[in-house]
């Protein structure tokens, strides 16, 4: 399997590489569903919601300040920095994530479209005016925007929003052009990124599937490798320098 992928890699331009919450796994960010289970005692679907933070802002600020906090000890694993060594490998690469941990960034990817923000970032609830906040957020003492007056909010898309128009264009485009994509670390059930795979896949493309489980793509996927990914991405790396050096 890791020799046909490495040729697959070695004789395409076009790459797509769309990570969830699976990918962070190894770095210790619980996913929201699989067998890890959930954030916490919260629930993504509950509080990640516009209507939970009208209506308990302070319980919404809680959940975000503790994955904040969470995020701020958390390191990218070596599936992270796998990615970022296979993006040097083609001419053409985009990696989409629904991840807002940063960790992407953090192990130098450099093409990166972040579909659901970036839990660092604050915005405005009202005017959407990106705001920077040094320090915490106290979940008893809301900060105000300094254009409109609206409550400060974490800069993520919420269940129910619309994501940023440029970065889902820029996303399906991608996608659309891709001659091999990997799907690592994603339930595949939230939309519209559960439908990338999906595109790419009726466009001609490889798809190649890197999950510790089965996912409802795991049926159209040309390979599928059910092993963690901060395990298997760095082994794929690895043999396709191996194999350009002519070893
Ligand atoms: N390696 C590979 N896959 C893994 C690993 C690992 N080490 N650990 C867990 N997984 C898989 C799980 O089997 C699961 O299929 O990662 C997937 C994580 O799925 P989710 O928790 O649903 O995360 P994700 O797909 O990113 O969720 C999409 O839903 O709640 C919203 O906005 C949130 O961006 C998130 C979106």
């Known amino acids: 399997m890791i020799e046909k992928i490495a040729e697959l890699v070695l004789n395409c331009n076009n790459c797509v590489v769309l990570t969830g919450a699976g990918i962070s796994a190894e770095s210790g960010v619980p996913t929201f569903r699989g067998k890890e289970g959930l954030w916490g005692k919260f629930r993504p679907e509950e509080l990640a919601t516009m209507d939970a933070f009208m209506a308990n802002p302070d319980i919404v600020w809680e959940w975000y300040n503790w994955r904040r906090d969470l995020m701020g000890k ?30 992407h960034r953090i192990a130098d990817t450099k093409q990166i479209l972040e579909l659901h923000g970036n839990i660092n970032r604050n915005k405005c609830a009202d005017c959407g005016k990106v705001i920077e906040i040094e320090h915490d957020i106290d979940p008893g003492n809301i900060p105000h925007c300094d254009h409109c007056q609206g409550k400060i909010r974490p800069d993520v898309v919420w269940f129910g929003e619309m994501l940023d128009a440029d970065i889902i264009s820029g996303a399906f485009d991608a996608a659309e052009r891709a001659e091999i994509f990997f799907t690592i670390g994603t339930s595949a059930v939230v939309q519209p990124a559960a439908s990338l795979p999906i595109t790419a896949k009726q466009r001609g493309a490889t798809l190649i599937e890197i999950n510790t489980e089965e996912t409802p793509i795991s049926g159209l996927a040309d390979f599928v490798i059910q092993k963690p990914s901060g395990q298997f991405l760095p082994q794929l790396v690895e043999y396709i320098e191996k194999k350009k050096a002519g070893e």
């Open 74 to 103: 958390v390191e990218p694993n070596k599936g992270h920095y796998a990615i970022s060594d296979l993006e040097k490998h083609f001419q053409n690469f985009t990696l989409v994530t629904q991840n807002v941990d940063n960790l």
